[in-house]
């Protein structure tokens, strides 16, 4: 079991510039979430995949904000036309079908707006 | 909507003492209750989860929470605190039910081990 990775850790970028951002999750594990993190809180749920499938999207998620699983292993989370509020760490996470709830997480990527 | 909340930033319990981190939540109908800790440098990792049953839970390293319907409570609890339990815990709610939802998080508690 090589958990979730991510790539890269970090990330500084100017604003306006796009990102993108890649989860490899648990081999095993079918579903794939995205979640955003600022400092003092708590993960905000984004998105998640079940397989190739994307089910469900936040609000929080913009226009500028898209997320792909095109075989269903790894997902790649752009961002374009980067703003400063969208610095924060973005993290993915993984798990099977039948334990939704068990959700392991990756290390996560420090995206700084400048 | 449902919501989370951990009223203590910061919890301080000497070595070798019980040790409670509080929540409460606001959801509809049955939730689905986790708790998750963040060590320094490293992802995220499940501790426990209520789902139905017992209301006492219990998890990884030791600790177990207790789900509370009428207080609409799930703190976290171990008997000893360990050095090594310093870490930033979160708790979740989820509706739970017609399939999974999403997993709301409450902003979490960071617990220092004084030796």
């Known amino acids: 079991d090589t958990g979730v990775s991510q790539d890269p850790r970090h990330k500084i970028t100017k604003r306006g510039q796009n990102v993108t951002f890649r989860c490899d999750p648990i081999s095993e594990h079918n579903r794939l979430y995205w979640y955003r993190q600022t400092l003092g809180q708590g993960p905000e749920f984004l998105t998640y995949f079940q397989n190739e499938a994307q089910l469900e999207k936040s609000r929080l998620l913009s226009d500028r904000f898209s997320a792909e699983r095109p075989k269903g292993s790894f997902s790649t989370l752009e961002i374009q036309r980067t703003e400063q509020g969208d610095s924060a760490m973005y993290l993915c996470?993984?798990?099977?079908?039948?334990?939704?709830?068990?959700?392991?997480f990756g290390p996560g990527t420090r995206l700084t707006v400048t | 909507a449902q919501s989370v909340a951990q009223p203590e930033d910061q919890v301080n319990v000497a070595e070798g003492n019980p040790l409670t981190v509080k929540c409460t939540y606001s959801v509809s109908g049955n939730p689905y209750l986790f708790w998750y800790v963040q060590y320094p440098n490293r992802g995220l990792q499940f501790l426990l989860k209520y789902i139905t049953g017992d209301n006492l839970v219990k998890g990884s390293y030791g600790f177990e929470a207790e789900f509370n319907k009428s207080q609409t409570s799930f703190h976290l609890k171990k008997p000893s605190a360990l050095v090594s339990d310093s870490a930033l815990y979160f708790c979740a709610v989820s509706p739970g039910s017609g399939g999974y939802q999403k997993v709301t998080f409450g902003t979490g508690t960071k617990l220092q081990v004084i030796p």
């Open positions: 996470a993984s798990s099977r079908d039948g334990a939704p709830y068990e959700q392991y």
